[in-house]
T-cell receptor, first 114, second 112 residues
Framework: NAGVTQTPKFQVLKTGQSMTLQCAQD?????MYWYRQDPGMGLRLIYY???????DKGEVPNGYNVSRLNKREFSLRLESAAPSQTSVYFC?????????????FGPGTRLTVT | SQKIEQNSEALNIQEGKTATLTCNYT??????LQWYRQDPGRGPVFLLL?????KEKRKERLKVTFDTTLKQSLFHITASQPADSATYLC???????????FGTGTRLQVFP
């Protein structure tokens, strides 16, 4: 089992460019999440998907869009990158049922917007 | 507003001692609380979950307590080792959902 995988690991964008961060999990989890982590701010939820075909906004959704392509894959898109989106992005997955609330994280994508 | 507080200052302890990390929260009534470990440059790794009706949970050298009256969780690592050096994050469920709200973490440094 690879767990949660993310691509790319690093990315540098210029302001206004767009990109998609990819995430996949092989644990058959229902729920998937996108977070960003900034110094002193902790992990903040950007978007969330409870199941295939459903998505919901988290704490900081502005400037992002997501797609839950199937049960395995959940992508995050930046349509027009801004320097404020410089951060480390983590994808996570979890069972999403009453018996399994823990989340499993990918290795992260380090994004710099200049 | 909802708030989770962890000591932002690093905790430095000697190998073999017990490390105790604190997580305080306000304006929450969580159904459960979780603790994660994060190493530099890596994603968080789940350690323990404790539910609101549980006072204490143990796993090997780890122990978590959950006091819903004090709105506080304590995370203990007994017989600490240099390999335990990492940042430890606490997280609470948001409004009894499977969405989590994370604290900013406490960095633990165990020196020989």
């Amino acid at each position: 089992n690879a767990g949660v995988t993310q691509t790319p690991k690093f990315q540098v964008l210029k302001t206004g460019q767009s990109m998609t961060l990819q995430c996949a999990q092989d644990m058959n989890h229902n729920s998937m999440y996108w977070y960003r982590q900034d110094p002193g701010m902790g992990l903040r939820l950007i978007y969330y998907s409870a199941s295939e075909g459903t998505t919901d906004k988290g704490e900081v959704p502005n400037g992002y869009n997501v797609s839950r392509l199937n049960k395995r894959e959940f992508s995050l898109r930046l349509e027009s990158a801004a320097p404020s989106q410089t951060s480390v992005y983590f994808c996570a997955s979890g069972g999403g049922d009453s018996s399994s609330y823990e989340q499993y994280f990918g290795p992260g994508t380090r994004l710099t917007v200049t | 507003s909802q708030k989770i507080e962890q000591n932002s200052e690093a905790l430095n302890i000697q190998e073999g001692k017990t490390a105790t990390l604190t997580c305080n929260y306000t304006n929450y009534s969580p159904a459960y609380l979780q603790w994660y470990r994060q190493d530099p440059g890596r994603g968080p790794v789940f350690l323990l979950l404790i539910r609101e009706n549980e006072k204490e949970k143990r796993k090997e050298r780890l122990k978590v307590t959950f006091d819903t009256t004090l709105k506080q969780s304590l995370f203990h690592i007994t017989a600490s080792q240099p390999a335990d050096s990492a940042t430890y994050l606490c997280a609470l469920d948001a409004h009894n959902t499977d969405k989590l709200i994370f604290g900013t973490g406490t960095r633990l440094q165990v020196f020989p």
